[in-house]
């Protein structure tokens, strides 16, 4: 029987997590619920319902995993703890510094309700916390690197479309290819912000905006800019919307390090992801985990978890036969 | 308290894995157990003893994860089971076809003794069959690659030692550029055997052997080099010794696969790892996962498990706590 897959919150992520529930026979998906108006919500899975958020606690024993789909500023920091109380949930929060108090919040609801919740699902955190994870269990002696890119940040886009006189904005993170290769030489350099990563923008102007002083505004926007080497360029709504619409992202996790009685052997490790679309390679990787919480709790298990309590198998619709004899 | 250490057989792999156990503070090591004469046997680490391997059960209570350093044609398929049967035991079994049955009969034997068994540890399998299978699990729609080298085949070296007049030989195996290139644009292509890798020999002759016939025997060797571009250099004995030495290894895990309702967005996962030392990292690996098998016969778990089945924060040494603060 499917796993039978809930959807709160039907943004980029939800439209994702809806794409790879159909690229998996073994789920399916029940629902999507929405705090818009329910009737002017349109899905893509004729199967499935669409509700408002309020009707959820009623679909409690009708799903099996619902996965939240909300930001992490202030969706999930409420919503994975309550929704832990009823279901069986998955999160992609990806507020590093403030993970151990979602951990701590979200485990005992879900201990009490004898839930399974896995949070901050997703590349990074996700895959890249896994690899950094297996690489400096494997190497204890050596040095860890993340970059980031070529991708678009929302959050650096957001802050250029705020700037007065910007009509739309797109921004790149890109790593510095120099930066990666003195990396994999095993040399362990230590890396500035700016050696590391440089940031390209692509700006429509409103009628009349001053173009160089916005130039400049961007390039010394403190946090966002200041410490980077910034390309600002100035392209139509059209020439924006044509060749910047998609979401791509991606990163580099590498780490290096030394073995043998004189540590006289170095060894690199890397972890690399290229993506057309961000939302729907999280969304891919959440369902993943999904399986996952199903079936950790149909084992009786319950509590938070993340990706690095799990073991790998439970990821798979293949049995543990099968995964020995194809891909071990 | 450091988990205690036994090592059965002291080659590459062996020392290796005393060397790991040194660079793991958590980890002592207590015994190396040799099927040679044990007076003969000089090891690095002076705290520990050097035994007959005869001796080995009698170390039953003091050796928390007995590592099995054998080979895997005729040591592992005797060893595993027998020695799972006193000690929660990690071996690096790499005969793919046969891990199933080699499974099945470590699984019979550990639970039988009530003592935890990972079998097939290492880089591939282990880390290359890990990746594997969470890029499958992520994106179920796309195709697997695996490229080998740049290193060093034992098994080729020896395959060119065996020619008559051949005194030593150095075989590396070297995965094909313009082929990774068409992997990672995510054409998916279809890739003979000799579009994927090269093979390069670094052969010394004896004296008055017939240098232009054993360049051809290497070459048209069935199974070993006729499917393959295979270069051969003819090289003195001290060059051999001066630049080809080391034993490096590495490769490529690279998944490609299609996201969204039309399957319109492409994603690359690519995995890769550049070893100065193959014995070295792979030993790395093995003693994180005899870290991981102390903690799991901790638990009261038994029976045989591999990289699939073990959630990986039991890798690391450190806590819960510090690697989601840390890590992810």
């Not at 629902?31 to 309020?54: H, M, N, Q, Y």
């Amino acid at each position: 029987m499917a796993i039978k897959i809930g959807i709160l919150g039907y943004g980029n992520l939800g439209r994702g997590v809806e794409c790879a529930v159909r690229q998996n026979p073994d789920m399916e998906l029940k629902a999507v619920f929405t705090r818009r108006d329910s009737g002017s919500v349109k899905i893509l899975t004729e199967s499935a319902r669409v509700c408002p958020v309020e009707e959820a606690p009623q679909w409690k024993d009708q799903i099996d995993v619902m996965i939240l789909c909300g930001g992490s500023a202030t969706d999930l920091p409420e919503q994975s703890p309550e929704y832990a109380k009823l279901f069986n949930i998955v999160d992609s929060f990806d507020t590093h510094a403030k993970i151990p108090e979602h951990f701590a919040q979200v485990d005992a609801s879900a201990k009490a309700s004898g839930k399974v919740a896995v949070i901050s699902v997703g590349w990074d955190p996700g895959m890249f916390s896994l690899n950094r994870m297996y690489a400096n269990a494997i190497l204890p002696e050596g040095k860890d690197y993340t970059f980031w890119g070529k991708g678009v940040s929302q959050g650096h886009s957001d802050a250029i479309r705020r700037i007065k006189g910007v009509k739309d904005a797109r921004q790149y993170t890109i790593p510095v290819e120099a930066a990666l290769e003195a990396v994999r030489s095993g040399s362990e350099p230590e890396l500035t912000t700016r050696q590391k990563h440089t940031r390209e923008c692509f700006v429509v102007l409103e009628d009349g905006a001053d173009a160089a002083g916005i130039e400049e505004e961007i390039k010394t926007m403190p946090n966002y800019f200041s410490d980077y080497d910034t390309t600002v360029h100035f392209i139509s709504q059209e020439e924006l919307d044509r060749d910047h619409k998609g979401i791509p992202h991606g990163g580099f996790v590498i780490r290096t390090g030394k073995t043998g009685w004189e540590k006289e052997n170095r060894h690199l490790i890397e972890y690399r992801l290229q993506l057309d679309s961000n939302p729907e390679f999280t969304s891919s990787v959440i369902v993943a985990y999904a399986r996952a919480a199903f079936r950790l709790a149909s084992e009786g298990q319950s509590g938070c978890k993340t990706v690095f309590d799990i073991a790998p198998a439970y990821l798979s619709s293949r049995t543990a036969e099968e995964l020995r004899a194809s891909m071990l």
